[in-house]
């Protein structure tokens, strides 16, 4: 097999990028649409907002909700393509893939720790 010049590299980079532009625009619809769906409250949303690689108890903390509640929507979330896993020392983290006000998704208000103590803590999005 011959070897690929600078060139030809560039040329491959040049034709992916072009593809990822378009691939990215046809998207669009079908990922804020799965976003709205699967994010269906505003425990969702913030649990998602906040699943930037932190701990599932920061991202608990910070939605007002309970952390089994976090990690059973990041598992969700990664079978439906909206988050990936990293993995840490003690176990996975995951971190959402997008941005929700990319697609027009407002980010609620963050809950207020004396909103937390009266809320049930129940799972997000369910």
């Keep these: 097999m011959s070897e690929t010049t600078k060139e030809d590299q560039e040329d491959m980079l040049g034709s992916l990028r072009e593809?990822?532009?378009w691939i990215r625009v046809t998207s669009i619809?079908?990922?804020k649409k799965?976003?709205?769906d699967t994010l269906n409250d505003d425990k969702s949303k913030l649990a998602y907002h906040h699943s930037d690689g932190r701990s599932s108890r920061d991202v608990a903390k910070a939605a007002g909700?309970?952390?089994a509640a976090v990690v059973s929507c990041w598992k969700r979330w990664f079978r439906s393509g909206l988050a990936e896993p990293i993995g840490v020392q003690r176990?996975?983290?995951y971190k959402k893939l997008?941005?929700?006000e990319d697609f027009g998704i407002s980010v609620p208000n963050v809950v207020q720790p004396a909103d937390i103590s009266s809320q049930e803590g129940g799972p997000p999005g369910q």
């Design 65 to 67: 909700c309970s952390q």
């Design 29 to 31: 619809p079908s990922v």
């Design 34 to 36: 799965l976003l709205v």
């Design 19 to 21: 593809i990822l532009k």
């Design 98 to 100: 997008f941005e929700l």
């Design 91 to 93: 176990g996975d983290r």
